[in-house]
């Protein structure tokens, strides 16, 4: 779209200009779709983990449960986005931030409500709304602590994430972890989508332009979708007992206080605050040519714990910033906060329609497998785009080796920790825990000028 048509260079630069509604609202609606199927992935995940159905006939447990999740990740994302864009005292960095459910926190949510947890979702929605309360706490001093934080140690953070979530793709694109055992997991049938999933979004990526490369990963989805549908694994049955409006529940699962999972969520947001922090440096860099301010940082901060802490009342998960975002308002060249205004309010209206809840309900886990394993390989390039910024001398390099050793080893075999408490278990074995541990502390200990020889 031509910048005549939206508005003056200077004006694009401006966080407060509203570009004519023609073209206002699509954008915010794009800004939507390259979020969307990111968004409502960590609830499905959780759902799953914690024994709830994917896109089938599960009764008055599953269906309900699961679309329920699927309503508030939509909602609550439009609501923190909106603290982002028109702000509310000291919270929001009145930018045009677009917030979302974070899959950062999922190697900590997955065993928290199953497997080695004990928490629940009352647990786990527990340790959601202390972690965002901590979270905005963070924002008082979130600058004081980005230098034990440089490239070395948050790259190797955001690795872990991905490999921490890698095991978790496959196992859906090949039928889902709940199908294990079972002749059809790992069944041609079963991998067929989740591959047209991949093929499809990964030729839009790169052959295609403008909004539809924006959207690959909706549209490959869309695209297995099409053929799980032809196989007749797509069920629709669940869409028309889902109500047309429903309002969010407080403390839906209860309240429950676990150590492990509170301390958990309180070690994410930091690394959740440090991810914000270079979103909205990336935001005002790419979108208007300057430094973000302390004061937009500091508000950026305080929005991510709040719309934390308020979705976890009402059984919603952890929101962070899209990065995604970050790089759509570089390609439109569109930096207008009202823009993503627009964005917010349709996700907000969807969070209260349980029927698309419903609707997104019916994508089989293989399908949703296809797409994940692409997002999932992306947090792993992000992670060794970040650590290309490392001086890889041999003081880094042990760092890294050691965090990555312990953090891996353990991620990869938890029952080396089987002598240990449930607690430790659940913070160990996710791998994120160790590896940000051992490279903040050698970090600090070793001194800078060790060189290699």
């Known amino acids: 779209m031509a910048n005549t048509s939206l508005g003056s260079a200077a004006q694009l630069r401006d966080p407060n200009y509203t570009p004519p509604l023609a073209s206002a609202v699509p954008l915010g609606i794009q800004h939507v779709l390259a979020m969307f199927v990111s968004n409502v992935t960590p609830a499905i995940i959780v759902c799953g983990a914690a024994g709830i159905g994917f896109g089938s006939d599960q009764g008055a447990l599953g269906f309900p449960d699961m679309t329920y999740m699927i309503q508030?990740?939509?909602l609550f994302a439009g609501i923190a986005t909106l603290f982002q864009t028109i702000g509310m005292g000291p919270v929001g960095a009145r930018l045009p931030i677009v917030q979302g459910t974070s899959f950062?926190?999922?190697?900590?949510?997955?065993?928290?409500?199953?497997?080695?947890?004990?928490?629940?979702?009352?647990?786990?929605?527990?340790?959601?709304?202390?972690g965002g309360c901590f979270h905005f706490c963070l924002g008082f001093f979130v600058g004081k602590i980005r230098y034990a934080l440089p490239p070395l140690v948050t790259g190797l953070i955001v690795l872990m994430i991905g490999l921490a979530l890698v095991k978790v793709g496959i196992q859906?694109?090949?039928?889902?972890?709940?199908?294990?055992?079972?002749?059809?997991?790992?069944?041609?049938?079963?991998?067929?989508p989740a591959l047209v999933v991949v093929v499809v979004t990964l030729a839009v990526k790169f052959f295609a332009r403008g909004f539809l490369a924006v959207a690959a990963v909706l549209i490959g989805i869309f695209a297995g979708y099409i053929v799980a549908y032809a196989m007749g694994q797509v069920n629709f049955a669940n869409i028309g007992r889902a109500a047309v409006f429903s309002a969010p529940i407080p403390f839906k699962w209860?309240?429950?206080?676990?150590?492990?999972?509170?301390?958990?969520?309180?070690?994410?947001?930091?690394?959740?605050?440090?991810?914000?922090?270079?979103?909205v440096s990336g935001i005002t860099k790419g979108g208007a040519g300057r430094e973000a301010t302390d004061k937009e940082i500091t508000g950026a901060t305080f929005a991510d714990g709040a719309g934390t802490a308020i979705a976890g009342v009402f059984g919603g998960l952890p929101?962070?910033?899209?990065?995604?975002?970050?790089?759509?308002?570089?390609?439109?060249?569109?930096?207008?906060?009202?823009?993503?205004?627009?964005?917010?309010?349709?996700?907000?209206?969807?969070?209260?329609?349980?029927?698309?809840?419903?609707?997104?309900?019916?994508?089989?886990?293989?399908?949703?497998?296809?797409?994940?394993?692409?997002?999932?390989?992306?947090v792993c390039a992000s992670g060794v785009?970040?650590?290309?910024?490392?001086?890889?001398?041999?003081?880094?390099?042990?760092?890294?080796?050691?965090?990555?050793?312990?953090?891996?080893?353990?991620?990869?075999?938890?029952?080396a920790l089987q002598h240990v408490g449930k607690t430790a278990q659940i913070l160990l074995t996710s791998g994120l825990l160790p590896a940000a541990t051992i490279a903040i502390v050698l970090n600090l200990l070793l001194p800078e000028d060790l060189a290699d020889d």
């Open 72 to 74: 508030m990740s939509m």
């Open 104 to 130: 950062a926190f999922v190697p900590i949510m997955i065993p928290a409500v199953a497997g080695l947890g004990t928490a629940g979702l009352s647990g786990l929605m527990t340790g959601v709304l202390i």
């Open 172 to 192: 859906y694109a090949a039928g889902g972890v709940p199908l294990m055992g079972k002749p059809e997991f790992g069944s041609l049938a079963m991998w067929t």
């Open 254 to 279: 209860g309240f429950e206080f676990n150590f492990a999972v509170v301390l958990g969520m309180c070690f994410m947001a930091i690394i959740s605050a440090i991810e914000t922090v270079g979103d």
């Open 319 to 378: 929101n962070t910033s899209f990065s995604q975002n970050v790089g759509l308002i570089a390609m439109t060249g569109v930096m207008s906060r009202h823009v993503v205004t627009i964005g917010a309010i349709f996700l907000i209206a969807c969070g209260f329609i349980p029927k698309i809840g419903a609707v997104i309900n019916t994508v089989p886990i293989n399908v949703l497998g296809g797409g994940v394993i692409v997002m999932f390989g992306m």
């Open 385 to 415: 785009n970040m650590l290309s910024d490392v001086k890889w001398n041999r003081r880094n390099m042990v760092i890294f080796a050691t965090a990555l050793s312990v953090s891996l080893g353990l991620q990869l075999e938890p029952s």
